[in-house]
Structure formats: C-alpha cells, structure tokens
C-alpha cells in the first residue's frame, strides 16, 4: 500500500522516469532547467501559448537542465 504522502519512485512513474530522477540528482535540487515548450513559459492573458522548435521534426521536446557544474540537454522527437 501507498500512502498519498510518500515519495514517488522512478518505478512508479514508468521506466522513463528512472533517466529523468538521476539527471535531477545529478544537477541538485538548486539546478536551472528550460524546456522548449508550455512547460517552460507562464501563461499569459492569451493562455499558453508559446512554443518554440529546436530540430526540424513535426513534434519536438527539449529540456536543459544546468546545475553542480554540469550541463545536460535532453531532446526527444516524432513524426507524424
């Protein structure tokens, strides 16, 4: 049983998840991130919508992450 207070695994939140939990305690919780897309931007009177592309695929997410004297850059794509 889990309690709804406890702290989330990489097992708990998919197999993907393991990647993004070590590359967040590598950097240390006072790291910088950006991302490309809605997450990275404040909602403005109009809603969310910025967005801005990094590669020249349909579907693009990118995520920098700076932090502990590191770098790290993770992108993903898709087509449709």
Do not use: C
Not at 29 to 53: I, K, Q
Not at 58 to 74: E, K, M
Request: glycine share 12%; net charge negative; proline share 5%.
């Amino acid at each position: 049983m889990k309690l709804s207070f406890e702290k989330p695994t990489a097992y708990d939140l998919g197999p993907d998840a393991d990647l993004g939990m070590r590359l967040a305690e590598l950097l240390g919780p006072d790291a910088d991130w950006r991302a490309n897309g809605h997450a990275a931007y404040r909602e403005s009177a109009l809603g969310n919508v910025t967005w801005t592309p990094v590669t020249g695929a349909t579907f693009d997410a990118a995520v920098v992450g700076i932090g502990n004297g590191r770098a790290v850059v993770v992108v993903a794509t898709d087509e449709d």
